[in-house]
C-alpha cells in the first residue's frame, strides 16, 4: 500500500492535496486538528473541508485529529502507516504574523517544533518518503521593502530607472521577481516569520544532513475557491467575501498600493507533485504567481467590484504591520529551471473568479 500524509489537510493547500493526491496513493492520511478555529474564529474553521474530503473519499481517506505538537499523537499514526508513506505534505501551521505576536510561544511551538517532530519521525519511520514543507516568503523579512520601488497610479513597481533589463538584479531580485538567494538576515521577520525560518532551515538541514529528500517552498500568496479566508490570514479571499456580502475591509497601511503574486492552489499541488516525482534534497524554491498572477490590494479590489458588482467599504487605517512587504512578486526562475515541464493555469483574474463562485456555493 502507498500513502500520503498531509498535516493541515483542513486547510486550503492540505485540503487541495488530499484531493490532488488520492489517485496517486492508495489512501491518504490527513492531520488536523482545526486550530485556525481557535486562532482566527468560528468564520475561519476547517471542519467543512474535513467534512467534504470524508464525503467524497470515504475509506481512502483516513484522518486524525492530532496535535502535531503532541509528539506520543505523532508518533503513533507514523508508527501505524509508516511502511505505507511514501510522501509527506506538510501545511500545518499558524499562518499570521499578527496572530503570533498575541502567543508567541504557540506559534513557534506549531510552527517550529511541530516541523521538527514531523521530521524526525519521517527519519524514524519512513526514512525514503518524500517530505515538502511549506514555507512563507516571510522568511525574508522586510527586506524587499528596501528593494527601489516607484508606485504607479494603482501599485508599487520596481523603480524602473533602476531595473530596467532581467540584468540588473539588487539584492536576489530582478524584474522576474524575489529570488531565493535574498537573505534571510538583517531584517524584521514578525515573530510569524522567525518560526518559519526556524522551520525552513530545519527542514534543509534534515535533507542535507541526514539525506532525506526534503523540499522547502517559500510560499508567497496561496489562494483558491477552498480558502477560509479572514483578516488576518488569506487577503485575497477574504477580500472577496466582504465585497460580495458588502462588509468592511481594512486596508493597513500604503493606501492599497501594495502587491502580492498570488498562485491557485491547483498549480501549487502541481509543483508538489513535481517535485515528489524527481526531489532535490535540501532544496529550497519560491512558489508564487510570479509575473503571470499577482495584483495590488487596489487592483484585487476592482476585479472583485467587477466580477460581483457591489462597490467596495474600505477603510484604510494608517499604520502598516510590522514586517510586511510593500511589493513582492516570486522569481520561479529556479523551479522552471530544474523542472522545465511545469507551467501555470491560473491567473489572478480566473482565482478571484473562482474564490466568488466558491463563496457563494457556500452561502
Not at 510552527?111 to 514543507?133: Q, S, V, W
Not at 511589493?327 to 529551471?337: L, V
Request: with cysteine.
Amino acid at each position: 500500500m502507498k500513502a500520503c500524509l498531509v498535516t493541515g489537510s483542513g486547510g486550503l493547500i492540505g485540503s487541495e492535496a488530499v484531493r490532488h493526491f488520492i489517485k496517486d496513493f492508495d489512501y491518504v492520511i490527513g492531520i488536523d486538528n482545526n486550530l485556525r478555529e481557535y486562532m482566527f474564529g468560528v468564520e475561519a474553521s476547517t471542519e467543512w473541508n474535513v467534512k467534504e474530503l470524508h464525503s467524497l473519499f470515504d475509506e481512502k481517506y483516513i484522518h486524525y485529529k492530532a496535535d502535531i505538537r503532541n509528539m506520543d499523537e505523532i508518533e503513533s499514526i507514523f508508527n501505524k502507516h509508516s511502511v505505507d508513506i511514501c510522501a509527506i505534505i506538510h501545511c500545518a501551521a499558524c499562518p499570521s504574523h499578527d496572530w503570533a505576536k498575541k502567543e508567541p510561544i504557540t506559534d513557534f511551538d506549531v510552527n517550529a517544533r511541530g516541523t521538527l517532530l514531523l521530521l524526525e519521525m519521517t527519519r524514524k519511520y519512513c526514512p525514503e518518503a518524500t517530505f515538502i514543507f511549506c514555507s512563507t516568503n516571510k522568511v525574508y523579512g522586510d527586506r524587499p521593502n528596501y528593494l527601489p520601488l516607484a508606485k504607479t497610479s494603482s501599485r508599487f513597481i520596481l523603480d524602473p530607472n533602476v531595473f530596467i533589463n532581467e540584468d540588473v538584479i539588487i539584492d536576489g531580485t530582478s524584474l522576474k521577481g524575489v529570488s531565493e538567494n535574498m537573505s534571510i538576515d538583517q531584517s524584521i521577520h514578525s515573530l510569524f516569520g522567525t518560526s518559519k525560518v526556524a522551520a525552513d532551515v530545519i527542514t534543509q538541514e534534515y535533507g542535507k544532513y541526514f539525506g532525506i529528500k526534503t523540499g522547502v517552498f517559500r510560499g508567497g500568496c496561496l489562494t483558491g475557491g477552498h480558502h477560509s479566508g479572514t483578516e488576518l490570514h488569506g487577503f485575497l479571499a477574504y477580500l472577496g467575501k466582504c465585497i460580495l456580502t458588502k462588509k468592511e475591509y481594512n486596508i493597513f497601511g500604503r493606501g492599497g498600493y501594495t502587491v502580492r503574486d498570488n498562485i491557485h492552489s491547483s498549480d501549487v499541488l502541481n509543483v508538489f507533485e513535481t517535485f515528489i516525482k524527481n526531489p532535490k534534497a535540501g532544496n529550497v524554491y519560491n512558489l508564487g504567481g510570479g509575473t503571470h498572477s499577482n495584483c495590488s490590494m487596489l487592483e484585487a479590489i476592482k476585479i472583485f467590484e467587477d466580477i460581483t458588482g457591489n462597490k467596495a467599504i474600505i477603510n484604510y487605517v494608517d499604520e502598516a504591520r510590522v514586517g510586511d512587504h510593500m511589493w513582492y512578486i516570486s522569481d520561479m526562475s529556479k523551479f522552471k529551471k530544474d523542472y522545465i515541464n511545469w507551467e501555470y493555469t491560473y491567473d489572478i483574474n480566473m482565482i478571484c473568479n473562482e474564490i466568488i463562485e466558491s463563496l457563494k456555493s457556500r452561502m
